[in-house]
């Protein structure tokens, strides 16, 4: 197996036992466009990636992704809106959240 990777039967343990209990405001998922997911990681000096959790005005979690460079830095894009570009670091949220927007049915989500 590789780093990170578990298997079905955990990721099964993992997911019903968040059901059971899942507190207030959670999601039970949050799907991302794997295009973005691919753009996120193709950034210059990407290394991993990192999930924040944050809080929508709204009182919503969500997750919060950014890359991460080879020394563990943030990749981050400018605060000046004018100057983004492409390579300038881009942060990924607004997943589908279930609910209400759920994926079909599988043993993670059973």
Do not use: W
Not at 64 to 85: F, H, K, M, R, Y
């Amino acid at each position: 197996m590789i780093q990170h990777q578990i298997t079905l039967a955990q990721a099964v343990d993992y997911t019903t036992r968040f059901r059971e209990n899942p507190g207030e405001d959670m999601p039970y998922s949050e799907t991302y466009l794997a295009s973005s997911v691919k753009a996120l990681l193709e950034q210059y000096g990407c290394h991993s990636f990192r999930i924040y959790l944050g809080r929508k005005a709204d009182s919503r979690i969500c997750s919060v992704l950014v890359a991460v460079d080879e020394n563990g830095q943030d990749i981050l894009p400018s605060n000046n809106p004018a100057l983004l570009t492409d390579e300038d670091g881009m942060i990924l949220e607004d997943a589908f959240q279930c609910p209400p927007i759920c994926p079909p049915p599988s043993p993670l989500n059973g």
